[in-house]
């Protein structure tokens, strides 16, 4: 069992950046794979970015690729999303989740977070 709870979201003009941490309890953190994953208004969620649990192993959406870095802090049980070159489009709810194993699918992971809402201004 793990809760997760992500931080970092805001408001931010278009080209800016941003920092979203997810903070997860429990001593099975070094098990998971992370994965951030986001939703829009009126649109499906969807994947973004995920580290594996060594750290070693990364897959990012090529919405994400160039823009986007995924990181891990095993000693402080935290994933991070540093987002960089903010656009419009990337508006949405973002959120963290964890699952056994690698999966870019959202329905593949079991724990999730309760979102940070990330709004950026063109």
């Known amino acids: 069992q793990v809760q997760l709870v992500e931080s970092g979201g805001g408001l931010v003009q278009a080209g800016g950046s941003l920092r979203l941490s997810c903070a997860a309890s429990g001593r099975t953190f070094l098990s998971y794979t992370m994965g951030w994953f986001r939703q829009a208004p009126g649109k499906d969620r969807e994947f973004v970015a995920l580290?594996?649990?060594?750290?070693?192993?990364?897959v990012y959406a090529d919405s994400a690729k160039g823009r986007f870095t995924i990181s891990r802090d095993n000693a402080k049980n935290t994933v991070y999303l540093q987002m960089n070159s903010l656009k419009s489009d990337d508006t949405a709810v973002y959120y963290c989740?964890?699952?056994?194993?690698?999966?870019?699918?959202?329905?593949?992971?079991?724990?999730w977070g309760q979102g940070t809402q990330v709004t950026v201004s063109s």
């Open positions: 580290v594996t649990a060594s750290g070693s192993g990364i």
């Open positions: 989740a964890a699952r056994v194993g690698i999966s870019t699918r959202d329905r593949d992971y079991n724990y």
